[in-house]
């Protein structure tokens, strides 16, 4: 586990920097989590990089970095055989997400869109996480799993969107209306939860393995298209190769 | 068993090579020996390239790509004297001569092209085409569908199962440039571009990102006129494993009993059993 911090220069002053320990605050609060999380998981930080003067000047204009972690991860899996791709594999297959959504759209690409941040940003419940990560080892274990995908920028529609991507399939998903609305349930960024697929035959035991932490999501299709019902509404209905163009091609024009 | 004669394949390295282990790697799974050596080794004639049957050019950034790909390591291969005195383009001619054959792949390929091993229409070992900068203007780094000529004259590719292949290409500097119509007529006559990019119906393609580079010809790989010389982009020393494939759980998925042995692998199990059989 490596860490990069890129931050704003944290050192108040009263004329420079007036924000200066607000910015140092965060620094802090930023660390504090690692050292939670980096304990709670029991993954040591064996490097880091730090990068603490992040700040444009010129005249009077200043403009800072958010400040910015950068957490990278790699780990050794002693079969390559047993590695899981995003994409989805192959029509028929089951689509369940594992793990809990929350109303959680603070500061997701969401309300980017719309150009507001929102309050209720997402935090790591870190106990939850633990127990859903050890089933999908669990469930790998037993070559149960045929995709895997993080959800996280985007929420639960990207996600999706992107395993199909992969896979030249589509995919049919219905869910049930719940107390969160339609908007959380597809966009809201909450934490530690994957898309996965399941072939058929192994629905009941990956049900088995997951138990309150999979929710059946719908199925793979072999159209080039995603539809996404909740309740009786349909409010998604697109072409893949029109969102992959979209997505593919984001930083071309 | 001791009477058994096993191929050797010598993989030269040195001045940026860096692809050479994997090369190395692919005829020891096809069931050569392998040597990797310095080339200074061979200049200094502590070696000699006679004692091997094939002899391969990696790809690499040699001497940093400095002036063109390529370009500083084919005038070395051309002009550098060994220790002896004698050329090293000379000491090539006669490895060729005794029947024997030389691979390039991506900078290894850049380099036979510009000394003018390939495609060599001429027998003059002058340079007729060039591999310039990639007409999207940037690296390319991906996996890329290739497409084997039929009845094409080079035991590399000689397996008649193998019509496409999946290779990843990564280089700057592909985009194969023919000097003049008549090179480009002898090319087509002698079937000498061999390997082309292909789209996913396995039709060559001119397109990017089919055509990672704007070859012209969609040439992903030439050959000499005797096929004894074969050069490529794209890496076959890659695709050893179908692990190595970012498509392989789909792949076998579909197709649960498929080999583990990845496509690449076909180029290195041709040359080896054909050199094998020139030996009996």
């Given at each position: 586990m490596n860490d990069n911090f890129c931050v704003p220069d944290s050192l108040y002053d009263p004329v420079r920097n007036p924000d200066g320990k607000?910015?140092?605050?965060?620094?802090?609060?930023?660390?504090e989590a690692l050292f939670d999380m980096a304990t709670f998981f029991n993954i040591p930080m064996t490097s880091g990089k730090d990068s603490m003067k992040n700040d444009f000047k010129k005249g009077d204009i200043r403009i800072s970095v958010p400040p910015t972690i950068l957490y990278s991860m790699v780990a050794k899996i002693d079969d390559v055989r047993r590695t899981v791709t995003s994409d989805f594999k192959k029509p028929g297959d089951i689509i369940y997400m594992t793990g809990n959504t929350y109303n959680e759209l603070g500061a997701s690409e969401c309300y980017a869109l719309f150009g507001i941040t929102?309050?209720?940003?997402?935090?790591?419940?870190?106990?939850?996480?633990?127990?859903v990560y050890r089933k999908m080892m669990a469930a790998g274990e037993r070559s149960l799993i045929e995709s895997a995908h993080d959800i996280s920028d985007g929420g639960l529609a990207v996600a999706l969107t992107e395993c199909a991507f992969g896979g030249n399939t589509g995919c049919d998903i219905n869910i049930p209306v719940t107390e969160i609305g339609p908007l959380a349930e597809l966009f809201s960024e909450s934490h530690s939860r994957f898309v996965i697929t399941v072939r058929p035959e192994n629905a009941d035991t990956a049900e088995k393995i997951f138990g309150n932490d999979c929710r059946k999501l719908g199925e793979v299709t072999s159209e080039d298209r995603?539809?996404?019902?909740?309740?009786?509404?349909?409010?998604?209905?697109r072409d893949i190769s029109l969102l992959h163009a979209a997505w593919r091609d984001a930083l071309r024009t | 068993?001791?009477?058994e004669k096993k191929v050797k394949a010598l993989v030269v390295t040195g001045f940026g090579i860096n692809c050479e282990e994997e090369m190395?790697?692919?005829?020891?799974?096809?069931?050569?020996?392998?040597?990797?050596?310095h080339l200074n080794e061979i200049f200094e004639e502590r070696d000699s390239i006679h004692r091997y049957d094939i002899l391969n050019f990696p790809g690499g950034f040699s001497f940093g790509d400095d002036i063109g790909s390529a370009r500083v390591l084919a005038n070395k291969f051309k002009f550098k004297k060994m220790r002896s005195g004698k050329r090293f383009i000379d000491?090539?001619?006669e490895f060729l001569s005794a029947g024997k054959y030389i691979m390039g792949v991506c900078n290894g390929f850049q380099a036979l092209v510009k000394m003018g091993l390939l495609p060599n229409t001429g027998g003059g070992f002058e340079q007729e085409v060039t591999l310039t900068h990639n007409d999207s203007g940037k690296f390319e780094d991906r996996w890329v569908r290739c497409l084997i000529a039929p009845e094409n004259p080079t035991p590399f590719l000689s397996d008649p199962g193998m019509h496409s292949i999946d290779l990843p290409v990564r280089h700057g500097e592909g985009k194969l440039v023919i000097r003049d119509e008549n090179v480009k007529a002898a090319i087509l006559e002698k079937k000498l571009n061999v390997m082309t990019y292909a789209d996913a119906q396995d039709r060559p393609s001119p397109r990017y990102p089919d055509n990672p580079n704007g070859s012209e010809l969609d040439c992903a790989g030439l050959c000499d006129p005797s096929g004894q010389v074969f050069g490529l982009m794209p890496h076959p020393e890659a695709y050893l494993s179908l692990y190595n494939h970012p498509g392989w759980p789909k792949k076998k998925r579909e197709c649960p009993d498929i080999s583990e042995e990845g496509e690449g692998l076909s180029v290195f199990r041709?040359?080896?059993?054909?050199?094998?059989?020139?030996?009996?």
């Open positions: 607000q910015k140092l605050a965060k620094l802090v609060r930023m660390n929102g309050a209720n940003v997402p935090r790591v419940r870190k106990e939850d996480a633990m127990r995603i539809r996404i019902r909740i309740g009786d509404e349909t409010l998604i209905d | 068993m001791q009477n190395a790697a692919a005829y020891r799974l096809a069931g050569a020996e392998a040597v990797i050596l000491d090539i001619r041709n040359i080896v059993g054909k050199a094998g059989s020139a030996q009996k």
